[in-house]
């Protein structure tokens, strides 16, 4: 089957299946899977594809019809213009987070500075604001030794395992050294809510990451956190 075909059907049957992003998700995973950029799945829409990617891009599709996220299908999230790999240990990237570091950036632009990042999961955010704050150092913890695996593996993509460290550690239990800045994308969604989000995000990522408890504020309010400034 040709490129174009393979997409439509593709794009067709996660539509049946209520996925909102079904064209955009079908082209992702082919792109993906083919080893090229979207654009090149227009500009040679023609072309046959072989058994074996036919193949690949079948489970693809049914893992995506389960709602299983993209980013944990193909292993990697765009943050900050770069790819970060993750999985079902770390949370998948979000565009909001985006914001903070920008405001970071500019504020601490040119400064040497000591970051702690709780809760780093990938590491983006510490290992973003490493990249763009070049003389700043940084440690990020993470209750899971998944997640943290990650994010070493992340920081070592980028070049920064001399600038970026990672460690296993409770928030409650990490009472060491003093910081320039602090950054958290922590659980903030409150137990009884968890249930009102989407398929995509309770049947995968990490329940952990995401429950603050019953008013989504445990982590804010562990007496621990304040130390730590």
Known sequence: MIIENTIKKASQTLKNYNISSHELDAQILLS????????YLIT?????????IMEKYNSAIARRIKKEPIAYIIGKKEFWS???????????????TELLIYKIINFYKKKKINILDIGTGSGCILITLL???????GIGI?????????????ASNFELKNRADFKVFD???????????IVSNPP????KDIKNLSEDITSFE??????GGYDGLDLINKKKWYACY
Do not use: C, W
Request: proline share 4%.
């Open 188 to 191: 903030y969604i409150a137990s």
């Open 171 to 181: 928030i409650g239990k990490f009472i060491i050294g003093k910081y320039d800045l």
């Open 206 to 211: 990490p329940h952990d990451a995401l429950d």
């Open 32 to 39: 993906d899977i083919m080893g090229v950029r979207r654009e």
């Open 131 to 137: 990249k763009k704050l070049e003389k700043a150092r």
């Open 82 to 96: 770069e790819d970060f790999i993750v999985n079902k240990s770390t949370l998948v990237p979000r565009p909001e």
């Open 44 to 52: 040679n829409n023609q072309i046959i594809i072989s058994k074996n």
């Open 142 to 154: 993470d209750i899971s030794s998944k997640a943290i695996k990650t994010a070493k593996i992340n």
